[in-house]
């Protein structure tokens, strides 16, 4: 794409608290916009994308507008302002979201990304080894990984599926359930073979479970094991405590690929417990072929209800956590 530039001027009074100390604002607006400044006297050149130019335009004519109000140009005010402009990007950027399709259902719907963060997402699953899915409900964690396993395994990328998830708290209480292992622990594994079914078939599922090709258990069962060749999704990932995760991570062998999934708001361990999903974000976000994927609200692709929904809560707990932070 051929670069577009625009030259705008700025009073020479307002520059330095514009641009901030070192140019600190002005590089950030640089790296999260991905466009380049200029200076010359009063005048600065932006150079890039004719629309992130134009809306890096409207960036510093924001922060020109607070400048002249007497205000002090802080870090805050520049992500405040890029965030919003960045938010307008992405929405005229649908279209690039809407990228390669994934698989079919059984019906013949396609299975791809509807929304940038999702393909972004899915991209990391292709190009990492050990990918993080994490995100409020509705946001195709689970599903588009599912997807992507089911690819795999098609095109013979892998010779095998194993699904995952914790059962329950720590696993003590499966005996207060009717039935034999099987019936007990089928409950909670039930989202997985919902999405099994609707995009590999039943018929399909049943006969690649009975040769062992795919494999839905808890996570128990994991241990001491290797797991060569395969692709292993572990969902609800924020009720893994760290000693689960760092057995379940240590599982995983030649030639496999994984992908763990959960939302961070919705944990259901011990008051106090500490969260192997928290844990393991903090200790491997530096590693190579480790890649860590956030969604948000604008990428909840269920009923438009749920991102309303979604965004009550993160408002809400936002509020609870600012007023305790005051409180303390």
Known sequence: MDEFTLNISIPSDHIDNIFGQFDRNIKSIENGMNISFILRDDAIKLIGNRERVEHGKIIIDELLALSEKGNIITAQDVNYVMSIEKEKIESHDVSEARGEIICHTTTGKPVAPKTLGQKKYVDAISNNMIVFGVGPAGTGKTYLAMAKAITAFKNEEVSRIILTRP????????????????????????????????????????????????????????????????????????????????????????????????????????????????DAMKVLKNIDDIKICTLDSKDVVRHPLVQKIVNAYETHEKKLESKNKRAK
Request: glycine fraction near 10%; charged fraction near 25%; proline fraction near 5%.
């Open 167 to 278: 059962a329950i708290e720590a696993g003590e209480k499966l005996g207060f359930l009717p039935g034999d292992l099987q019936s007990k622990v089928d409950p909670y594994l039930r989202p997985l073979y919902d999405a099994l079914y609707q995009i590999m078939g039943a018929e399909a599922f049943q006969r690649n479970m009975e040769k062992g090709l795919i494999e839905v258990a808890p996570l128990a069962y994991m241990r001491g094991r290797t797991l060569d060749n395969s692709f292993i999704i572990l969902d609800e990932a924020q009720n893994t405590t760290p000693a689960q995760m760092k057995m379940f991570l240590t599982r995983i062998g030649f030639g496999s690929k994984a992908v763990i999934t959960g939302d961070q708001t919705q944990k259901d361990l011990p008051n106090g417990q500490k969260s192997g999903l928290d």
